[in-house]
């Protein structure tokens, strides 16, 4: 799928954060993607929350395999390890870089790298593995 056809689907699917999110490039096998960062983002002590920084990495790499499956709803997370590694700074957009590591039949395999469009460094690193559904039988 390219970024279109992908932004098209999380609005159409998603559309309670898709406006949170920006595709910034699609490859074969990487995906990066920005988090517009907003108040609603932000945790006591001036920093973007974890669960904001989690939701960009679940949602760039779920877009990621998206790209390469196709519009696939019911594709969903299996596990995800996330390591908080640097305070990304409120204010800033946090860009993060999916990438495709193995993509079976069933399952899904990647990392995300999360960085401040603010800051030198990885701000945070998941490791992450989706589900793919099984492809519907067409009745004859």
């Known amino acids: 799928m ?6 098209a689907f999380l609005a ?3 559309p309670q954060v898709a406006d949170d999110f920006a595709i910034e490039e699609v490859t074969p096998d990487r995906l990066v993607m920005r988090l517009r960062v907003a108040d609603r983002h932000l945790r006591p002590g001036g920093t973007v ?4 920084l989690f939701a960009l990495a679940d949602v760039a790499f779920y877009l990621a395999v998206l790209a390469r499956i196709g519009p696939q709803a019911l594709a969903v997370t299996t596990s ?14 946090l860009l993060c870089e ?9 399952l899904a395999v990647g990392d995300a790298l999360i960085w401040s469009a603010a800051q030198e460094g990885v701000v945070a690193r998941a490791s992450l593995t989706y589900a793919i559904p099984p492809k519907r039988q067409e009745m004859p």
């Open 2 to 7: 390219e970024p279109e056809a992908l932004s």
């Open 12 to 14: 159409r699917e998603f």
């Open 49 to 52: 929350s974890g669960p904001s």
């Open 80 to 93: 995800c390890a996330i390591d908080f590694m640097r305070k990304p700074p409120a204010g800033h957009d």
């Open 98 to 106: 999916a990438r495709l590591l193995k993509l079976g039949r069933q």
